[in-house]
T-cell receptor
Framework: DTEVTQTPKHLVMGMTNKKSLKCEQH?????MYWYKQKAKKPPELMFV???????INESVPSRFSPECPNSSLLNLHLHALQPEDSALYLC??????????????FGPGTRLTVL | SQKIEQNSEALNIQEGKTATLTCNYT??????LQWYRQDPGRGPVFLLL?????KEKRKERLKVTFDTTLKQSLFHITASQPADSATYLC??????????FGSGTQLTVLP
């Protein structure tokens, strides 16, 4: 199985809602990532988990809260978001053993709209 | 900071021709340069990776070069097809398991 799955595909939420994005992979990858992508822009790294521990947090606002319950799952908890947080949220995974030379496998993304 | 620049926002070519996309980087050479393809509303898909000590890498109709003197990578698609139309992302990677993305080049192959 060489696939990263993300749910839901689309999410519309109000600024007071709490929701979660989910990501799953079964490739045995021990590095997992969250990216945010705005239209016509490249992906921006948000968080990196390595062996289920948060290793990189790119100064992301606390209204985004990542969680890695096990080596196959990655969640992104959302609370009190702003309309400017509307974007495509991408999850990716990679083999951490190949430091730097690790192609990332991306999921299809969750299209988030904050009203 | 380490930057990656893709010179062209958009590139149109005729079917059957070779598409050449350019990626320039600043400061020190990255250990790796990677190329991804992204279709609208989808996640990027890995295409090729080239190491700092490699000059050229090929995969089917794709070729990537890495010139540390010019601080540049070129990505070629030979015998291009309309199905090759997409945004192509150049990415530098090194330690810390993170990638720095270029802004992308939107390629359109005209039939």
């Amino acid at each position: 199985d060489t696939e990263v799955t993300q749910t839901p595909k689309h999410l519309v939420m109000g600024m007071t809602n709490k929701k979660s994005l989910k990501c799953e992979q079964h490739m045995g990858h021990r590095a997992m990532y969250w990216y945010k992508q705005k239209a016509k822009k490249p992906p921006e790294l948000m968080f990196v988990y390595s062996y289920e521990k948060l290793s990189i947090n790119e100064s992301v606002p606390s209204r985004f809260s990542p969680e890695c319950p096990n080596s196959s799952l990655l969640n992104l908890h959302l609370h009190a978001l702003q309309p400017e947080d509307s974007a495509l949220y991408l999850c990716a995974s990679s083999h951490p053993a190949r430091e730097g030379g690790n192609e990332q496998f991306f999921g299809p993304g969750t299209r988030l709209t904050v009203l | 900071s380490q930057k990656i620049e893709q010179n062209s926002e958009a590139l149109n070519i005729q079917e059957g021709k070779t598409a050449t996309l350019t990626c320039n980087y600043t400061n020190y050479s990255p250990a790796y340069l990677q190329w991804y393809r992204q279709d609208p509303g989808r996640g990027p898909v890995f295409l090729l990776l080239i190491r700092e000590n490699e000059k050229e890498k090929r995969k089917e109709r794709l070729k990537v070069t890495f010139d540390t003197t010019l601080k540049q990578s070129l990505f070629h698609i030979t015998a291009s097809q309309p199905a090759d139309s997409a945004t192509y992302l150049c990415v530098r990677s090194g330690s810390a398991r993170q990638l720095t993305f270029g802004s992308g080049t939107q390629l359109t192959v005209l039939p």
